[in-house]
């Protein structure tokens, strides 16, 4: 039997490197992550692939899994140590190496495996790690699947089977890039950064983007696991500002913007306007509404009103779904609803067919914006964006609390402003209109300004965004409103940036 796994052992020391080491807090909703070293080691790591395994023989699925890694000093160690987890298991497994996220997805339907384990922690920092898994191509675990992987784990559950191999699939990623640029070029002459932060994405997105005809100013493509710049993140404002510098130096169409595993895209436009995805989920979605007929999108609880309010939208009748935040949620809401695609505020955009086959590729992404431009040949992208209704809203701030209190602060939050509207209470100086509740809280007051406090699914931390349709000094107003309500809780720290 292989040990079962330990919460407190200490590194350099003989039981730390005799025993797995698996914090129970890696297990999140959709995803799994772990400082390495510190809340996981390569037992632990083993211990993962084997209940892996083992779970995927309790769902019935066959025992033939994808792996692949990102680039980080320690990803290709730990793939090899949840490869010999997973082989213990009885898995086949297809080793398709260094690689972006949404390669280990396409190699799901390529190769006809119906797992994936793919070893990155997207744009977390460097020292962390994690395993996004899935076995039900294009979608990817949700909370079900990860409580139960979490009890085989931690109960030192997993089981040894036979009939375990492991096969390395050779330059996997040319494969992967025929597949996305075989299809006709743009007629509009575009000059493109392709900005990655040196993470993973930096090896593929300049040649992919070439192969469609644009023309490609690298920004940051060479591989660093040190990340010397700022973390791949497009989220992040480091990130977009030297995008926006890049654009206004180099006299360039767009900015596209890719994170450390590459399954997310962001956009900064031609004048250097650093734009929100979910304002760019709105673009794309007018956009698609012109070619497919009624479509309906889905759409999660951080993104902007305007998926609902804007005319353009009403008027080619789209429909919106919004739904919990998290790449599996949205995901799989987009499979079951049949959309036509999926935006989370986060750059995890899901387009199905025919554009797409489901799951979040931020290649897919970029090519959908530029077919946006293509389509538009006397519009900018600052002209498309000036096209939407105004709305002012904040980057995603995220204020530091533990992952062991932090469901239960984002709860106390959600009961507080779900009795300010049952007395009736206002807040900035307005009745509460509406308050949901599908993932933390999301309070709109009567003239449209929302915000919204969650737990991340991810990082110690809680999530917190606001947006007005009526003025920047109105978000202002929502920020300090919720703020307010999260100090009266002492376990929230400070934000990772504010307003």
């Not at 003989?14 to 996981?40: C, M």
């Not at 398709?96 to 390669?103: A, E």
């Not at 596209?256 to 031609?270: H, M, S, T």
């Not at 025919?354 to 040949?377: C, E, K, S």
Request: charged share 25%.
């Amino acid at each position: 039997m292989f040990p079962k796994p330990q919460s407190d052992l200490v590194p350099n020391t003989y039981a730390y490197e005799s025993r797995p080491l698996v914090k129970p807090t890696g297990f999140r909703e959709y995803d799994a992550r772990w400082l390495f070293g510190q809340e996981i080691n390569l037992m632990g790591v083993q211990a993962l692939g084997l209940g892996l395994g083992t779970l995927l023989g309790e769902l019935g699925v066959r025992r033939e899994v994808v792996v692949g890694h990102d680039f980080r000093s320690y990803s290709a160690s730990i793939k090899y140590a949840l490869t010999a987890g997973l082989m213990a298991a009885g898995c086949k497994v297809r080793d398709i190496g260094l690689c972006i996220t949404p390669m280990a997805y396409f190699a799901q339907f390529a190769l006809d495996c119906p797992a994936v384990a793919m070893v990155t922690a997207s744009h977390n920092d460097n020292g962390w790690t994690g395993v996004k898994m899935g076995a039900a191509r294009p979608v990817t675990f949700g909370p079900e699947e990860m409580g139960r992987l979490k009890e085989i784990v931690i109960g030192g559950l997993g089981r040894y089977d036979e009939g375990g191999s492991y096969e390395f699939v050779a330059d996997f990623p040319t494969r992967y890039i025929a597949a996305l640029t075989e299809r006709p070029q743009f007629k509009r002459k575009m000059k493109v950064i392709a900005a990655c932060g040196n993470g993973t994405a930096g090896a593929f997105a300049p040649e992919l983007l070439s192969k469609l005809g644009v023309e490609v100013v690298p920004l940051d493509c060479e591989l660093d696991f040190n990340f010397p710049r700022y973390n791949p993140n497009p989220e992040d404002l480091h990130m977009l500002h030297a995008m926006a510098d890049a654009v206004k130096r180099q006299g360039a169409d767009v900015a596209l913007g890719f994170d450390g595993d590459g399954d997310r895209c962001g956009v900064v436009d031609n004048e250097g306007n650093e734009i929100f995805a979910d304002k760019i989920g709105v673009m794309l979605a007018r956009d698609l509404s012109k070619i497919h007929a009624r479509p309906t999108f889905v759409v999660d609880v951080k993104s902007t009103g305007l998926f609902h309010s804007d005319p353009e939208l009403q008027k080619l009748g789209a429909t919106t779904d919004y739904w919990k935040t998290g790449h599996s949620h949205i995901k799989r809401r987009v499979r079951d609803l049949k959309a036509l695609a999926g935006f989370e505020k986060s750059g995890h955009f899901f387009f199905n067919a025919p554009v797409g086959r489901g799951y979040d590729d931020g290649f897919v992404t970029a090519i959908a914006v530029l077919d946006m431009l293509d389509r538009n040949p006397t519009k900018s992208m600052a002209d498309l964006y000036r096209d939407l209704p105004k709305t002012w809203g904040s980057p995603t701030m995220s204020p530091h609390c533990a992952d062991e209190i932090k469901y239960d602060v984002a709860e106390r939050v959600t009961r507080r402003l779900q009795a300010m509207r049952e007395k009736g209470e206002a807040l900035t100086g307005q009745k509460i209109a509406d308050v949901v509740t599908v993932n933390g809280v999301r309070v709109t007051v009567e003239d449209g300004t929302w915000g919204l406090v969650r737990a991340s699914s991810n990082k110690p931390e809680l999530v917190v965004v606001v947006e007005s349709p009526v003025s920047e000094a109105r978000m202002r107003e929502m920020f300090k409103a919720v703020d307010g309500v999260l100090r009266e809780n002492p376990e929230v720290g400070a934000y990772n940036q504010s307003l």
